[in-house]
């Protein structure tokens, strides 16, 4: 099977700097590094008593890798609002946490240098575990303030709606 079966004459894999994520329905805007999406499923060694000196493996838990986002700082509150929602100060005992919507699932696509969707994948009740509101500073460094989420959830998978596009030629 052809690497990519609508554009044959394609022969470079996909390039990481073109993505952009999605919530409530919305781009977010400004995102500028997300870590990658992965997985891991524990290992369980057994064996019978009969069995010789060895042990059989079988699948376990499997555990979702939190995700990063990071942005430059700006004056769009998005992050902030929603690791607010996790635990926000003053609000009173018992209410620190939103329950009803600290929760939200996202969309994280990938596009090729066209700037066409090529691949997408659903994360799945996502919530922010640690926020960086403001970097460490540095008057002798010229960099860009960023601010940062991490995402916990409770997995992801392919949208399998989102299919290779036919790629524009100039």
């Known amino acids: 099977m052809a690497e990519f079966p609508v554009n044959?004459?394609?022969?470079?894999?996909?390039?990481n700097f073109k993505f952009r994520l999605k919530w409530d329905g919305r781009y977010v805007a400004g995102i500028s590094k997300a870590t990658g999406l992965s997985r891991h499923t524990q290992v369980i060694e057994w064996r019978q008593g009969g069995d010789p000196g060895m042990t059989r493996q079988m699948p376990g838990f499997t555990r979702f890798d939190p995700i990063t986002l990071e942005r430059g700082i700006t004056h769009d509150p998005e992050f902030e609002e929603w690791a607010n929602k996790v635990w926000g100060l003053g609000r009173g005992l018992g209410s620190e946490v939103s329950l009803k919507d600290f929760r939200k699932d996202i969309i994280l696509e990938l596009m090729n240098e066209a700037g066409q969707v090529v691949i997408s994948?659903?994360?799945?009740?996502?919530w922010v575990s640690d926020y960086t509101a403001v970097p460490e500073l540095d008057a002798n460094a010229p960099a860009v303030a960023i601010q940062s989420i991490t995402l916990v959830h409770e997995g992801w998978e392919r949208d399998e709606a989102v299919t290779e596009p036919t790629e524009p030629s100039i």
């Open 8 to 15: 044959t004459h394609r022969f470079d894999p996909y390039k």
């Open 121 to 126: 994948y659903k994360l799945y009740r996502c």
